[in-house]
Structure formats: C-alpha cells, structure tokens
C-alpha cells in the first residue's frame, strides 16, 4: 500500500513538473499550458497508454488535467463503438459533463464573491 502512495504522489508530480517547465522555460502562458497537457492526455489515450498509467498511479493519473483529455477521448471512443460519428460528439460530452458543469458553476460562483486584480 505504501508503494501505492508513492508512486502516486511521483507520477502526479511529474506531471505537474512537466506543467511547472512548459511555464517558466518555454515560457508559455497558464493557458497554453493547460491545453498541451489536456491535448497531451487526449493522445496518451488515443495510443492506449493512459489506462495502463491509471492503473499504475491511480490519483496521481486521473487527478491533474491530462486525466481531462483522456476522459474526452475514452468517452468518444466508447459512443462511437455503439453510435457511430453521432457517438463521438456525444461520448465527450457524457462522460465529462460533471466536470464541465462544476467548473461552470464554481467559476460563476467565484466571479460573484471576488473581485479581479487590476
């Protein structure tokens, strides 16, 4: 079980490393970064490389946001198994709604209560 913690906590660290480089050596914005590595999941999974790390790192893999690219690609792979193209759109869509509709929500909520900088 230890073991399990640890390569957790390493592998979600790597991944926010990589993050943390992508920012401050290639200089990319906050932006920019969030959709490499959203895009970089997204592939991961495409290749059928992120289950196996699912299931290796557990939280440490499904926690930062290259978990969100994979779930955008494993949702749209399993709809369009059954439903064809039509499934592609909305496999997306089904399994990251609850993610999708929290930030919403959340980022709204968070607009009202604070004020922005500058």
């Known amino acids: ?3 399990m913690f640890f390569w957790t906590f390493v592998v979600g660290g790597l991944i926010c490393v990589i993050g943390q480089i992508l920012m401050d050596v290639f200089k990319l914005t906050p932006a ?3 959709t490499l590595l959203v ?3 997204a592939i991961l999974d495409g290749f059928g490389l992120y289950e196996p790390l699912i ?7 499904t926690i930062p946001i290259t978990s969100f690219g994979n779930s955008l690609v494993h949702g749209a792979m399993q709809e369009a ?3 064809g193209i039509i499934g592609v759109l909305t496999g997306m869509f ?3 709604s609850a993610g999708i509709s929290a930030a919403i929500v959340f980022g709204f909520i968070g607009a009202l209560l604070f004020r922005p900088k500058g």
């Open 39 to 41: 895009v970089i999941g």
């Open 94 to 96: 089904e399994v990251t």
């Open 55 to 61: 299931d290796f790192a557990g939280a440490g893999a």
């Open 81 to 83: 198994d059954k439903h």
């Open 32 to 34: 920019h970064t969030l």
């Open 1 to 3: 079980m230890l073991a």
